[in-house]
């Protein structure tokens, strides 16, 4: 690994979380000021990026611009991809993120106590999760966008896996439109392991975003099977998307069950 460079890049993004972070947390979050804290995490975000050299476009903006509200969802393929995407959503949104980030300084707090939704995992997992469908309509009912990467955590071989069902569940009971933000070349820019976050200067990534889809296209009482409907139609573009060869797992049932079984049981 090189030292210097790792000090470099890790030391830019650091300094910019500070930064912004401060600023946030300083003036954003006590006046409430949600134009100011998306301007934070925007600016973070893309500072970032530019600082390690990320090459990077956006296509799609006209798709953007037309769903002020979304639950939006993106392929994740790089620790990189929020960077990427944050760098783009012009808009008040939330993120559902892993628990641990949540913990680091600045920009972890910053997460935390701007609304975005911390997603735990291993053993007591469901338990800590119970509340996500509450906090998922609480920054609905503020007027925000939520965002979603629906594999749940990134593919070890840099191929899509299948999507888990709680964003397309969300589209259903927010009656909110679905915004699919494809992501291609982030999980190439670096070498796999590259502890000092150095970028690959003849890669470059790309965002693209296709036209929502609404869950009111997919009718019918059962809110379970409306979503999978919306995910496996969802699913399916991706997978046009990217090609075959890009897709690493076919859907499966059984987390669809565990869905079915928990609407039941909320609902008697």
Same mark, same amino acid.
């Given at each position: 690994?090189?030292?210097?460079?790792?000090?470099?890049?890790?030391?830019?993004?650091?300094?910019?979380?500070?930064?912004?972070?401060?600023?946030?947390?300083?003036?954003?979050?006590?006046?409430?000021? *949600?134009?100011?804290?998306?301007?934070?995490?925007?600016?973070?975000?893309?500072?970032?990026?530019?600082?390690?050299?990320?090459?990077?476009? /956006?296509?799609?903006?006209?798709?953007?611009?037309?769903?002020?509200?979304?639950?939006?969802?993106?392929?994740?393929?790089?620790?990189?991809?929020?960077?990427?995407?944050?760098?783009?959503?012009?808009?008040?949104?939330?993120?559902?993120?892993?628990?641990?980030?949540?913990?680091?300084?600045?920009?972890?707090?910053? /997460?935390?106590?701007?609304?975005?939704?911390?997603?735990?995992?291993?053993?007591?997992?469901?338990?800590?999760?119970?509340?996500?469908?509450?906090?998922?309509?609480?920054?609905?009912?503020?007027?925000?966008?939520?965002?979603?990467?629906?594999?749940?955590?990134? +593919?070890?071989?840099? *191929?899509?896996?299948?999507?888990?069902?709680?964003?397309?569940?969300?589209?259903?009971?927010?009656?909110?439109?679905?915004?699919?933000?494809?992501?291609?070349?982030?999980?190439?820019?670096?070498?796999?392991?590259?502890?000092?976050?150095?970028?690959?200067?003849?890669?470059?990534?790309?965002?693209?975003?296709? +036209?929502?889809?609404?869950?009111?296209?997919? +009718?019918?009482?059962?809110?379970?099977?409306?979503?999978?409907?919306?995910?496996?139609?969802?699913?399916?573009?991706?997978?046009?998307? /990217?090609?075959?060869?890009?897709?690493?797992?076919?859907?499966?049932?059984?987390?669809?069950?565990?869905?079915? *079984?928990?609407?039941?049981?909320?609902?008697?």
């Amino acid at each position: 690994m090189n030292y210097a460079r790792a000090a470099w890049n890790w030391g830019q993004a650091a300094s910019r979380a500070v930064v912004y972070g401060s600023i946030a947390l300083g003036v954003g979050i006590p006046t409430r000021n *949600r134009p100011l804290l998306g301007w934070c995490m925007r600016r973070w975000c893309a500072g970032s990026a530019d600082g390690l050299k990320i090459n990077r476009s /956006l296509h799609g903006t006209d798709h953007i611009d037309a769903t002020p509200q979304a639950i939006i969802i993106a392929n994740h393929q790089s620790a990189l991809d929020i960077l990427v995407i944050g760098g783009y959503l012009r808009r008040d949104f939330r993120w559902l993120a892993k628990a641990s980030l949540f913990r680091v300084p600045f920009s972890g707090w910053y /997460l935390s106590l701007a609304g975005h939704i911390k997603v735990h995992r291993g053993q007591e997992a469901h338990e800590r999760n119970r509340l996500i469908k509450e906090q998922i309509h609480a920054v609905v009912e503020d007027g925000a966008s939520v965002l979603f990467f629906p594999e749940g955590t990134r +593919p070890r071989d840099g *191929r899509m896996k299948r999507f888990k069902l709680g964003a397309f569940l969300a589209a259903v009971r927010e009656d909110l439109p679905v915004l699919p933000l494809v992501v291609r070349g982030t999980g190439d820019l670096m070498e796999a392991g590259a502890n000092d976050l150095s970028i690959k200067p003849d890669r470059s990534c790309s965002v693209t975003a296709l +036209p929502a889809i609404h869950p009111r296209d997919f +009718p019918g009482d059962d809110p379970v099977e409306r979503a999978m409907a919306l995910r496996d139609h969802i699913y399916g573009i991706y997978c046009s998307e /990217l090609g075959a060869d890009a897709v690493a797992e076919p859907l499966a049932a059984e987390a669809d069950e565990d869905a079915r *079984r928990a609407e039941r049981a909320e609902h008697g």
